[in-house]
């Protein structure tokens, strides 16, 4: 019943100017056309501001760790479902998007690093309200998806431990994580390292052993290619890809996260050009290695291989003892991003603090504040604190609420990647007409840019004609346009209005 309720939450979860400024304080940034606003400034002088200890290693395996999760060891059994050996397309088509909004945003970052990254960015590009919106969208979505996390990690655990309560490991997981983001981030990143490690070696082991398996060398019956010789490439058609294509395009969520902790680098250019190289071909070996081995070792339309797919290639090669560990992979994969998604959403709110997008008094200093360590206190403990209300929210009544809160941001996503590439396209083309050189560039620009604009649109159209997804789609889109209407507001008669 616990893992049913668990696997429930984890389908809920989303597959993770600037006009404020005053004109009179100086700015202490440099002129450049990715360089923030005249007047805007990134931290007040004497004030303790974020410290560049994270390491390219840290980014490079928190890249990696945020593209694997949930989405790949539950979702992909759906998305096989949906399109059966075409699901290897699916993956391509959403791989190309991720990868190509994730060298814009290594471009804009190389250039210009800032916690609040495509937040950031928007602001330069599209004014104080777009940054208002993505920034403070992107930061409740993270506070949502924190909570869930932690719930789902829990629920699945106090199934393996039936005898602690859920809302106690719950309660638990909330405060190990939240100590653990308020530790320095080098600590924070070495701790994310060896937590996104655990799932990548579980996944190179899963090749291995798929590969063993279909040549006959595990315990199971190998059934050679028979499974893609004897079966359509396309079984379900056309729909059955695009359907399985939203699926992965929301599993890739999260993996924006690097963009953030990329100005916590010493090196950001280095860091963050090192870390987009490193991630394009690791994708697409973990994901589509293993889709190919799940394709090749089951039928695709065996629901054991929807429900549960490495479990099931893993009892098939007859290796249950293997199989059985998944469960305890689930809970490292979700508590992984838990860390991570704290993180992001302590640096987003700490971000939006020093441009003025959370208020000009006292609200500002105490989110922009940082401790001796460089730690944001009061953003880290801002961004926990709907974590630990939703413990009390699945003491009482389950996740019910938390899935209907998860709806309305499920396609933050949609919005993120719109931003991001929008921004990247007017910053570019300002840095072009400037004669400004750009550390690292994004491939084929502008066609490869434009071109992932319109794959992204047609994700959007796409979505529109399953009904779940466009009630999802439609209930983020509304949210961000009053939170558009909200930063218009904001910039016209000043934030302490609103706060």
């Not at 999260?254 to 950001?268: F, N």
Request: charged share 10%; glycine share 10%; proline share 5%.
């Amino acid at each position: 019943m616990l893992r049913a309720r668990a696997r429930a939450l984890l389908r809920a979860l989303p597959y993770r100017a600037l006009s404020a400024c005053n004109p009179s304080e100086p700015s202490v940034l440099p002129a450049h056309p990715f360089a923030f606003e005249e007047g805007c400034h990134m931290s007040d002088p004497g004030h303790t501001s974020l410290q560049a200890s994270m390491k390219p290693r840290h980014l490079v395996m928190m890249r990696l760790g945020s593209a694997i999760g949930t989405g790949l060891f539950v979702g992909t059994g759906g998305v096989i479902a949906a399109a059966g050996p075409a699901a290897l397309l699916a993956y391509v088509i959403a791989g190309f998007i991720v990868i190509c909004v994730m060298r814009m945003l290594a471009e804009m970052v190389a250039a210009d690093p800032n916690p609040g990254a495509f937040s950031y960015y928007a602001g330069k590009a599209l004014g104080a309200p777009a940054a208002f919106a993505t920034g403070w969208l992107w930061w409740i979505q993270m506070c949502l998806v924190v909570a869930a996390e932690a719930i789902a990690a829990a629920q699945i655990l106090s199934e393996l431990v039936p005898i602690v309560p859920s809302w106690v490991f719950a309660l638990s997981f909330m405060l190990l994580f939240t100590g653990i983001n308020l530790a320095a981030v080098g600590e924070f990143g070495e701790f994310e390292f060896w937590f996104s490690l655990v799932k990548v070696g579980f996944v190179v082991v899963f090749l291995v052993l798929g590969v063993l398996f279909l040549l006959g060398l595990t315990p199971g019956d190998s059934p050679g290619l028979t499974h893609l010789t004897e079966t359509p490439f396309m079984p379900t058609g056309v729909s059955g890809v695009a359907a399985a294509l939203l699926i992965v395009a929301f599993a890739f969520g999260g993996v924006e996260i690097v963009a953030i902790a990329a100005a916590e680098t010493s090196r950001p250019a280095h860091s963050v050009a090192k870390a987009t190289r490193a991630i394009v071909w690791r994708i697409v070996l973990f994901y589509m290695g293993s889709v190919a081995i799940m394709v090749l070792a089951m039928p695709w339309d065996d629901p054991d291989l929807h429900s549960a797919p490495f479990v099931a290639v893993l009892n098939v090669a007859g290796l249950p003892a293997v199989a059985a560990t998944l469960g305890l992979v689930i809970v490292l994969a979700l508590l992984s991003s838990l860390n991570a998604n704290l993180y992001g959403g302590s640096r987003m709110v700490f971000s939006l603090a020093e441009r003025g997008l959370v208020g000009r008094g006292r609200a500002s200093r105490l989110f922009a504040g940082t401790n001796t360590r460089g730690v944001p206190v009061v953003s880290v403990l801002g961004t926990s604190a709907f974590g630990f209300v939703a413990v009390l929210l699945n003491y009482f009544w389950g996740e019910a609420v938390l899935g209907m809160l998860l709806s309305v941001v499920g396609s933050t996503l949609i919005v993120t990647w719109v931003c991001t590439i929008v921004s990247h396209l007017v910053l570019h083309y300002r840095a072009r007409r400037e004669g400004t050189e750009l550390p690292v560039r994004m491939w084929f620009f502008p066609y490869v840019s434009w071109f992932t604009l319109a794959c992204v649109a047609a994700v959007v159209v796409l979505g529109m004609t399953v009904p779940a997804i466009r009630t999802q789609m439609l209930l983020t889109f509304a949210l961000t346009a009053v939170l558009y209407g909200l930063g218009v507001l904001a910039s016209r008669r000043g934030i302490d209005a609103l706060t």
